[in-house]
């Protein structure tokens, strides 16, 4: 998400932690990095002015209770938190959730990866597709249903085209299940007669959620659509989607933030587990390099098993460990939104976007190739020379670049866990900043 804004971020924090001392110049070349990013980012300019000006005064005139570096690193931190929105929490209870939107913001995808994440938390979902305008986007949302188990409802089910109808039937008949969600249709702007559409459906079944669902790429504008359906129903939350194609969430972002409204969830991709709770200071922490490994540990729980968990957080890494290990991660997602959870910043490891393709072929691979190596080798990757590499490569099948790809996965995964557990990846980017710097950040 937002990968550029990120990487400026990241750098600017690594020259802050690398400057010898800390007055006005390193504060000023420091603001004009913050601009500059920000500004590609899409985030409104007078937004952008202020915060600047916060970050300058701060920096150079509050009293530091931290060394200068870890100060100057604090006050970005929790500026960035202010400008970026304030993220809202849906209770984990029964309660009905109304999604609205225009059309083509995501709004029927993330109606399915909402209904995941409830399914994920234990809780009985069912969805309710209440757009009798665009005969896709019930077919769509009927297959997203089906591939997680979840009940759905459409007119077909109950054979009636009144959309009041067809919500107060889904209800009923999803009355045993925990939470119903009810996509309602969108449309190419805010037309008078979509917004009287669900005004009628909120007044009727008066849901406890009422979710916009906005594109990433609108940027600035997302203000404008925010209050427009705010003043119609009273919006209790915000869904951003998109977030991994556009350069312009930074804008979408700041621009909810200048509303009444919280965001709820991104949306990260187009699968359907593509989708994380807001949470503004573990966004932020993220993006400065900071990782976020409660998110990483939360998503661990989610994907796997306790004795799963034990084994993936030990770090041992013999190289039947590793492909223990990757098969573990590779339940969990991504491997470059993983990465993106820890603090690697202080590690030298390349993560280029090669390093993240861990596909299930690699794997099969990987295995071939653990299966031509002596026990020996397997427990002591260190003793793999050239001639071992070429018999490796020779008795799997495989070429000498690909058993070196392996090794190189080996030696990445063990540096950063060694990292972890010893502490010293606890703050990236800063040498030797002590943990109460992450105290003081949370």
Excluded: W
């Excluded at 990095?33 to 920000?38: C, H, I």
């Excluded at 590609?40 to 202020?50: F, M, N, P, R, Y």
């Excluded at 900071?290 to 013999?318: N, V």
Aim: charged share 30%; hydrophobic share 40%.
């Amino acid at each position: 998400m937002l990968d550029k804004l990120s990487s400026s971020l990241k750098e600017t924090v690594k020259k802050i932690a690398m400057s010898k001392r800390i007055d006005r110049k390193t504060v000023d070349e420091l603001v004009r990095d913050l601009q500059r990013a920000l500004i590609q980012a899409d985030v409104k300019i007078s937004l952008v002015k202020e915060l600047s000006t916060r970050v300058r005064d701060r920096a150079l005139k509050e009293k530091a209770v931290l060394n200068p570096r870890e100060h100057v690193i604090k006050v970005l931190y929790e500026e960035l938190m202010k400008i970026l929105g304030r993220g809202i929490e849906l209770p984990l209870t029964p309660q009905k959730i109304m999604m609205v939107g225009l059309h083509g913001s995501g709004k029927t995808s993330s109606c399915a990866k909402l209904a995941r994440y409830f399914q994920k938390k234990g809780l009985k979902p069912a969805v309710i597709c209440a757009d009798i305008y665009r005969p896709a986007a019930s077919a769509q949302l009927k297959q997203l249903c089906a591939e997680i188990n979840v009940p759905f409802f459409d007119t077909a089910s109950c054979g009636r085209t009144d959309v009041l109808e067809i919500v107060k039937a889904g209800i009923e008949e999803f009355e045993r299940y925990d939470i119903k969600i009810i996509d309602t249709a969108g449309r190419h702007a805010l037309e008078s007669e979509m917004i009287e559409e669900i005004r009628k459906i909120e007044s009727e079944i008066k849901p406890e959620q009422r979710l916009l669902v906005l594109d990433a790429s609108i940027g600035q504008q997302a203000s404008v659509q925010a209050k427009a359906f705010d003043d119609a129903i009273g919006i209790t939350g915000i869904i951003i989607t998109k977030m991994d194609g556009t350069a312009k969430g930074g804008g979408a972002l700041s621009a909810v933030a200048e509303t009444n409204s919280g965001i709820a969830f991104l949306g990260t991709g187009e699968k359907i587990d593509d989708f994380e709770r807001f949470e503004p200071d573990r966004f932020v922490s993220r993006m400065l390099g900071m990782g976020d490994i409660k998110s990483l540990i939360e998503m661990a729980e989610d994907s796997l098993k306790p004795e799963e968990m034990e084994t993936t957080l030990k770090g041992k890494f013999t190289l039947n460990d590793l492909y223990k290990q990757l098969e573990m991660l590779r339940k969990m997602g991504p491997f470059k939104k993983l990465m993106q959870m820890l603090p690697l910043g202080g590690l030298d490891i390349d993560l280029d976007d090669s390093a993240y393709q861990v596909t299930e072929e690699k794997l099969k691979k990987f295995r071939v190739i653990m299966d031509s190596m002596t026990e020996e080798e397997r427990n002591e990757p260190k003793i793999i020379n050239s001639s071992r590499l070429r018999r490796i490569a020779i008795g799997s099948g495989t070429s000498k670049a690909e058993v070196n790809e392996l090794l190189k996965y080996h030696r990445m995964m063990q540096k950063m866990m060694k990292s972890l557990i010893s502490g010293r990846g606890r703050i990236p980017m800063m040498r030797g900043m002590p943990l109460k710097m992450m105290k003081k950040l949370k």
